[in-house]
């Protein structure tokens, strides 16, 4: 696959989507045709706003040249993780966010892998109404 890191403030990340999309246009990887994905690395209001990060990553079997938009070779780890199907528009991933993190997570016994939580983009504004947005949440859990 082929990711590009957003490294700062939330605020900026629409400037990351850009060149990630710039990328993925050139390639003719249509969401259609590639999946795409999201890595949450840090929660935003957990960190500094300059060193919030989030991955935005598409499926790719190519070779990842350098490249103006900051994309790299990366692959999504795997193992062992939980996964809740979201739907409705963005701001419904924060309270499931925070209902695996707060009430699944300690009810399952479960721990938590030394790897970003993820998300699979299956439909995605403005394919769709963001009402209809359908994504599937992994959290990472220790082996």
Known sequence: GALRVHRGPPEQ???????????????RLSPERAATYNLLYDD???????DFRFGLA?????AVEPNPQGLQAAVIPGGPHAVLRVVGPD?????A??????????ASGCELADRPAWLQR?????????QQGELL???????
């Open 91 to 95: 701001a419904m991933l924060e309270r």
């Open 44 to 50: 935003p209001e957990a960190v500094a706003p300059q």
């Open 137 to 143: 949440l992994h959290l990472p859990l220790a082996g």
């Open 122 to 130: 299956l439909t995605l504004f403005p394919d769709v109404p963001a």
């Open 97 to 106: 966010l925070r209902w695996m993190y707060g009430h699944w997570l300690p």
């Open 13 to 27: 990340l629409a400037a990351s989507l850009g060149d990630f999309i710039a990328w993925r246009r050139e390639r």
């Open 58 to 62: 598409v499926a790719y079997d190519g």
